[in-house]
C-alpha cells in the first residue's frame, strides 16, 4: 500500500503556485516596482545633471533628455511586468 502524503498532486499547486499571490505579495511586488521606477528616474536625472555641469551649459539639455528617457524607460519596465489577461 502507499502512504498518503498530504503535499502531493492539485495539493501542492495550490500552495506553491506563483500564479496565486496572497494580497501581501502583491503589494510588495507593486512597491518594488515603484521604488525601481525612483530609482531609474533618478539615475537618468543625475546622470543628465553631471553631463550638463561637466560641459557647462546653460540650458540642461541631458538633465531634461535623460530625465524624460528614465520616465519613458520606467513606464516600459512597469507595462512589461502588467498581468497579460
Given at each position: 500500500?502507499?502512504?498518503?502524503?498530504?503535499?502531493?498532486?492539485?495539493?501542492?499547486?495550490?500552495?506553491?503556485s506563483?500564479?496565486?499571490?496572497?494580497?501581501?505579495?502583491?503589494?510588495?511586488?507593486?512597491?518594488?516596482?515603484?521604488?525601481?521606477?525612483?530609482?531609474?528616474?533618478?539615475v537618468?536625472?543625475?546622470g543628465?545633471?553631471?553631463?550638463?555641469?561637466?560641459?557647462?551649459?546653460?540650458?540642461?539639455?541631458?538633465?531634461?533628455?535623460?530625465?524624460?528617457?528614465?520616465?519613458?524607460?520606467?513606464?516600459?519596465s512597469?507595462?512589461?511586468?502588467?498581468?497579460?489577461?
Amino acid at each position: 500500500m502507499r502512504e498518503f502524503s498530504p503535499l502531493t498532486g492539485d495539493v501542492w499547486q495550490k500552495l506553491f503556485s506563483t500564479r496565486q499571490l496572497a494580497p501581501m505579495d502583491s503589494y510588495k511586488d507593486w512597491t518594488g516596482l515603484g521604488f525601481q521606477m525612483l530609482a531609474v528616474i533618478g539615475v537618468f536625472t543625475a546622470g543628465g545633471l553631471w553631463l550638463d555641469k561637466k560641459l557647462g551649459l546653460h540650458f540642461p539639455v541631458f538633465t531634461v533628455t535623460l530625465s524624460v528617457t528614465g520616465v519613458v524607460l520606467s513606464l516600459y519596465s512597469v507595462i512589461r511586468r502588467l498581468p497579460k489577461d
